[in-house]
């Protein structure tokens, strides 16, 4: 981070966006544990548009609370330099809208073109705006001369290197801030080979960072191995996913801390952020890994509450503390009595 407030995009690891994964307590323990950005998990700006803006102060938090009440993005103070909200749109004034309703408690922007699944791509959104780079173009233009807050894309590889280097000039020329390449083709899933060359051309065509990604798994297994990534994808950044689903502690430069000692620190902040315990349940199990179905593994998947999810890790006392703090604070700030 070069100047406080003002995000940079160079030399730096992100976490990447990930669906469920993405929300506020994976993106403050990935901080914590080192990670320069943290994008939020993808949202529709269809859903988004119809939020209202909820300051949460017995949280803390700002919530973006969905007509049926549901919280559609929480996040708090010590995020709002590092994180980066990441929407689905296909529609540039949709995507102006709901850029503006978040844009002063985010540091970023960001637009996903990557996402290959049929929810996505039906309503032109994700991978599928690979193929209309007028709308790219629409869409980012909008955002870049509507916002005063840096504004990025998420996009795949196409199959000629050619193309894909020619998009990302164009993409360039709307002035977004940074570039995140997932180094696949949309056809591609996470089992095929990295095109690390592909990377590496895309990094070398444009001034503007290009953030490497796809690299989890075969080639960034903890921190170490994230300026050998970058180097071999000739990248600005690294953004990682996987490897930072299953232990977020790969952003940590003094190595990974064990697995078991990462997801009480998780628990910690689902607990303190009143996180719904359906998405801790799916976090953790992302965690757990093969030891899903460990005894350990079974008390999770059936915990119905978050209460049950300490119990099942021997953190009943925690949860009980922080439940204190929240009633105090909600003495604070007693609700209105109707007349
Ligand atoms: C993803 N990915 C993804 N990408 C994106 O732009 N927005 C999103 O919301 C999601 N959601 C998501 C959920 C989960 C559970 C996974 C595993 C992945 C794709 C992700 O950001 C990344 O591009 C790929 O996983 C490749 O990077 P890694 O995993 O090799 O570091």
New binding site residues.
Partial sequence: MATPGVLCFRDITAL???????TLPMRLLALDYGADIVYC??LIDIKMVTCERVVNEELDTVDFVAPDERVMFRTCERERDRVVF?MGTADPDRALAVALLVEKDVAAIDV?M??PKEYSTKGGMGAALLSDPDKIEAILTKLVQGLSKPVTC?IRILPSMEDTVRLVQRIERTGVAAIAV?GRTREER?KHP?HCDFLKAVSGAVGVPVIA?????DM?KSFEDVAAFRSATGAAAV???????WNPSVFRRQGLLPVQTVMEDYLKYAVRYDNHAFNTKYCLC?MLRDKVESEMGKLVKTAQTLSDICAAYGMQAYYEEVQVLLRSRRGLHPPETPV
């Fill in positions: 990447a966006p990930m669906v469920r994964v993405g998990e993808e990441q996903n990557g996402c998420k997932h996470p990295l990604n796809g690299g989890s798994l960034v953004m990682l996913a996987r490897a930072a689903m992302q």
